[in-house]
């Protein structure tokens, strides 16, 4: 069953204005009705968006099993790990909320500094504080924090893995374009 012809374009356009950057797709036309041109590859990484998708829904619950179990929590702790334990918190969700908008963009947009960026604070800031979460018995670990600290940590290992190719990928694809700009 064929949809009617003004439809079928009115549903083109819309899922072209949409879907797509104006400034980087070029017009569709019955003769060139490729998708992207043929010097044109897609860079982002598909595992690492997934990565990035499904950690945006959980960061949410991490954040509220975190202050529930630090609430729970907090009368048992000793004064500097009271301390601690808030910083980190505040830390971690800034951290967090800054390093998802980074990989998105780095990520979606295929920008460089962005996709570095992310995998900067995953590596050397957020990877760390949730191994000191994850593992200093001091804390008094409960088994909800231990477990969506687990979560949390696969997450930050896909991404950082996955970020580490993307961000290869890219820095290969975009010192060829330079070399190859060079000589025009």
Not at 18 to 24: A, G, I, K, P, W
Not at 38 to 48: A, E, F
């Amino acid at each position: 069953m064929e949809l009617p012809e003004t439809l079928r374009k009115r549903l083109e356009d819309f899922s072209r204005n949409v879907l797509f950057e104006q400034s980087r797709s070029e017009v569709f036309s019955r003769e060139n009705n490729t998708f992207l041109p043929h010097d044109k590859r897609v860079l982002s990484s598909l595992p690492l968006q997934m990565s990035l998708y499904f950690n945006m829904w959980f960061f949410p619950w991490w954040w509220i099993s975190e202050i529930v179990m630090l609430h729970l929590k907090y009368a048992a702790l000793p004064d500097y790990y009271k301390f601690i334990l808030v910083t980190v918190l505040i830390v971690m969700t800034l951290i967090e909320a800054i390093r998802l908008y980074l990989g998105y963009a780095g990520n979606l947009q295929e920008k460089v500094p962005e996709l570095a960026g992310f995998w900067l604070l995953s590596i050397l800031l957020q990877f760390p504080l949730v191994l000191f979460q994850l593992f200093n018995e001091a804390i008094l670990i409960q088994p909800l924090e231990r477990g969506v600290h687990i979560v949390l940590t696969i997450f930050i290992l896909t991404q950082a893995i996955s970020g580490f190719v993307a961000l290869r990928d890219m820095v290969r694809h975009t010192e060829s374009q330079f070399h190859l700009r060079q000589f025009n």
